[in-house]
């Protein structure tokens, strides 16, 4: 998500150039189905753990001090842990899975609605941009199979919560907002984000190697993310460029996309989490770092699920909290020689 301005303009100058980078952990090990925990499976050290480290580069040019352009490229490195068991359901070992790599890159326009040098103290962007293809959506590992009392090793593809590509064009639309109050008490800005990505490609073709034929191939999925907070400037510090924000955030992939068919194989479901997060702000570069702690969590039954005979309910593992760190820098274009940009002070990561 772009970073508002607490204090000072949010706004980039004309020709200026923004180069940004993210970084995500997340470390998913908890079960769910539905919003029950399934205890058990740490318990019996049952449980599958995704541990993801996910990058994004990025860069934006304003045409406009309205209108500005972002490509971005994600970047990640993860692995996929899941139990071995034998004949009598005992664990005996571990299979682990990987799939590093870069992601499907988005490139997307966005314009303020109101115009920058009138409205300082509040202003609603809109975004709009396309998701490539450009990650593989069809990576393979050697996993172990059981066949009876016997095991072997046999090329599967890695499971699709890894995968760092859905070999699907998409269409993404986000929106922005904030407004400033109480600017004598260093502050407060209100702010809500939001992003939508539409996939309308049923499935992609990749086969999952599970045993029921709704599932056999993987589903194409929505995304969504939407967050609201406020953000100040943090006393005896904001003149020195740093401030703090608390956040609402859900996140999650619908069971039902918003265009297109629903079939093959998904794990839907969404997270609820309290985000607090700080910035610091200098002469144009910018470093964020917030930690979402996660208040709800619900895996929700996939259209598979619900033709079941009888209708079944998977489950899927969540994180407890994830781990986001963000930088970006502001400079000039060439029309601007030596001169710097106007950066955005005093930000909310």
Not at 2 to 16: E, K, N, R
Not at 55 to 84: C, E, I, N, W, Y
Not at 138 to 149: C, L
Request: glycine share 10%.
């Amino acid at each position: 998500m772009p970073v508002i301005g607490t204090q000072g303009s949010p706004y980039l100058d004309a020709g200026s150039w923004q180069l940004h980078y993210g970084y995500r952990y997340q470390k998913s090990d908890r079960h769910f189905t539905g919003d029950h925990e399934d205890k058990d499976r740490q318990r019996e050290h049952s449980e599958v753990v995704n541990e993801l480290h996910l990058m994004d580069f990025g860069l934006t040019h304003a045409f406009t001090k309205r209108l500005t352009a972002t490509a971005s490229l994600p970047v990640q490195f993860v692995t996929r842990s899941t139990p071995v068991r034998d004949a009598n359901r005992d664990i005996i070992d571990r299979d682990t899975q990987r799939a590093d790599g870069i992601g499907d890159m988005v490139v997307q326009g966005s314009m303020w609605v109101l115009d920058p040098d009138v409205f300082l103290k509040g202003n609603l962007q809109i975004s709009a941009g396309v998701k490539l293809p450009t990650g593989d959506d069809d990576v393979r590992h050697k996993a172990t199979i059981r066949n009876g009392s016997t095991f072997t090793r046999e090329e599967r593809t890695v499971d699709q919560s890894i995968t760092p590509g859905d070999g699907s064009f998409g269409a993404i639309v986000a929106a922005q907002a904030f407004y400033t109050i109480l600017e004598e008490l260093h502050g407060l800005t209100l702010f809500a984000q939001g992003t939508y990505l539409f996939n309308p490609r049923g499935t992609n073709g990749v086969p999952t190697f599970r045993s029921r034929p709704e599932e056999a191939e993987m589903s194409v999925t929505d995304q969504y993310l939407a967050k609201a907070g406020v953000g100040t400037g943090i006393p005896l510090l904001d003149e020195y460029g740093f401030s703090c924000s608390v956040a609402g955030r859900i996140e999650g992939v619908p069971v039902h996309d918003a265009i297109g068919p629903d079939g093959g194989f998904r794990r839907p479901g969404y997270a609820v989490s309290v985000e607090p997060g700080i910035a610091w702000s200098f002469r144009g570069h910018t470093l964020g770092l917030s930690a979402p702690i996660a208040v709800y969590r619900n895996r929700q039954k996939s259209v598979p699920d619900k033709h079941a005979e009888p209708e079944r309910h998977g489950d899927a593992a969540f994180a407890d909290y994830l781990v986001l760190f963000s930088y970006s820098w502001v400079f000039a274009g060439p029309s601007k020689g030596k001169e710097s940009a106007t950066p955005p002070e005093r930000p909310i990561p």
